[in-house]
């Protein structure tokens, strides 16, 4: 499947090596984090961007009109 790869580099004067370690793992934690959230069965969702040709449609319009069709025709709408 997909992969991400990342190559760290840093200013070794300005960041100790085991400080710039420290801050890659705590990127790589919260990317696992979002990652296990995107694969919930519940994550996602639509925002106003992306139904721009919508004009005047706000976050709490949409979640309320998912809200209304989930519990109308279900999880598989």
């Known amino acids: 499947g997909p992969r991400l790869v990342a190559e760290w580099s840093w200013a070794g004067l300005a960041?100790?090596?085991?400080?710039?370690?420290?801050i890659a793992r705590?990127?790589?934690?919260?990317?696992?984090?979002?990652?296990?959230?995107?694969?919930?069965?519940?994550?996602?969702?639509?925002?106003?961007?992306?139904l721009e040709l919508v004009e005047g449609l706000g976050q709490d319009e949409i979640d309320e009109f998912e809200n209304e069709f989930t519990h109308e025709w279900g999880d598989d709408g």
Not at 15 to 22: K, M, S, W
Request: no cysteine; hydrophobic share 50%.
């Open 15 to 22: 960041v100790a090596g085991p400080d710039a370690e420290a």
């Open 26 to 50: 705590g990127w790589f934690r919260a990317l696992e984090a979002l990652a296990a959230h995107a694969a919930r069965p519940d994550a996602g969702g639509f925002t106003p961007s992306d």
